[in-house]
């Protein structure tokens, strides 16, 4: 990232009570870059907040959040302003995501749901090869995490990602918000970044913050209306899982974990639906017909 050719930016980065050593080996090798600003958390507050503590002490117009499993190429950060300026309208960007293994294939392209929240990586989930077919700067959905752009008045406007979500689906949830606004969210092929992916240490911790951030950002962000029709269905679908899991498939572990996360919006609904309110009251600005135009049309909640 020092190394990006771009001669004025700030790198913030965030250790999340880190025990590896990792804070100290930075510090002793790029500890001199008056570019650096390192910020130490107490604790492990998570993906989501670990971004926000980095997002407030920005001081740039523009904010891009990385992960730190990625390697960026040096003309990453001028693709991305290219953009930006050239269209106000745009809230988000994402770059081109290549796999760290095999820079052929796509990690992501620019991710999507469909109406239930189910989430799709464009040439990411087939593992696709890079052959040009997504060299358009086109919009998305919402953008990965992994590299996203967005304007300090985007977030002043919509606020920074949602900490309860902890880790999965707080980019869906930020973005959802911005097109809510009637921002648009962009994909810049040309602005590329590797990516390692995949933080996940087991499939049922997955399971947990998958289930239970996807139905929380449904009900924080369609209109009443909309999830009165999808939201039944999720849970319906999420609860026949379950079942398979437990008696099909003797996997005990996930089920419990699917269970866990649906039982965790429902303790903290009060929460979840105050946000709601609050999103619906202050941020929305157009209707779910237009923000749906950008979402994936499936059959299956699942």
């Known amino acids: ?15 999340n009570a880190s025990t590896d050593g990792s804070i100290e080996h930075v510090k002793k090798i790029f500890g001199h870059d008056h570019r650096l600003n390192i910020i130490q958390n107490e604790r492990n507050v998570g993906f989501a907040e670990g971004n926000n503590v980095g997002a407030r002490a920005a001081r740039g117009n523009y904010i891009v959040f990385v992960n730190p499993d990625t390697v ?27 796999s760290m293994e095999n820079p052929k294939i796509f990690d992501s392209a620019g991710d999507f749901i469909d109406y239930y929240g189910v989430m799709m990586r464009r040439g990411g989930d087939w593992m696709e090869r890079d052959v040009g077919q997504y060299d358009g700067v086109d919009e998305i959905f919402s953008a990965r995490g992994a590299a996203m752009m ?29 097109r809510l606004r009637g921002y ?8 590329v970044v590797y990516h390692v992916g995949e933080a996940f240490t087991s499939i049922s911790f997955k399971v947990f913050f998958t289930t239970r951030n996807r139905i ?18 999720v849970i319906a679908v999420s609860m026949f899982i379950l ?9 005990p572990k996930l089920a419990l974990n699917r269970l866990r996360g649906i039982l965790w919006v429902l303790l903290n609904f009060k929460y979840v639906w105050k ?19 950008h979402m994936v049309k499936t059959n299956l909640a699942v």
């Open 184 to 191: 648009k969210v962009y994909f810049v092929p040309r602005s």
């Open 1 to 15: 990232v020092l190394n990006t050719k771009y001669n004025n930016f700030e790198v913030i980065l965030v250790d």
């Open 216 to 233: 929380m950002a449904l009900i924080k962000n369609y209109e009443l209306r909309t999830l009165v029709k999808f939201l039944p269905q």
């Open 150 to 178: 967005t304007r300090q008045r985007i977030i002043n406007e919509v606020g920074l990602f949602d900490p309860s979500f902890f880790l999965t689906y707080e980019d869906i949830d930020f973005c959802w918000r911005v």
């Open 243 to 251: 079942a398979a899991e437990l008696v099909i498939r003797n996997r």
């Open 275 to 293: 946000e709601h309110l609050r999103i619906q009251h202050s941020i929305r600005k157009v209707p779910d017909s237009e923000v749906m135009q």
């Open 72 to 98: 960026v190429d040096p003309n990453w950060l001028n693709e991305f302003i290219n953009v930006m300026e050239d269209d106000p309208a745009i809230g988000v960007c994402q770059s081109k995501l290549l």
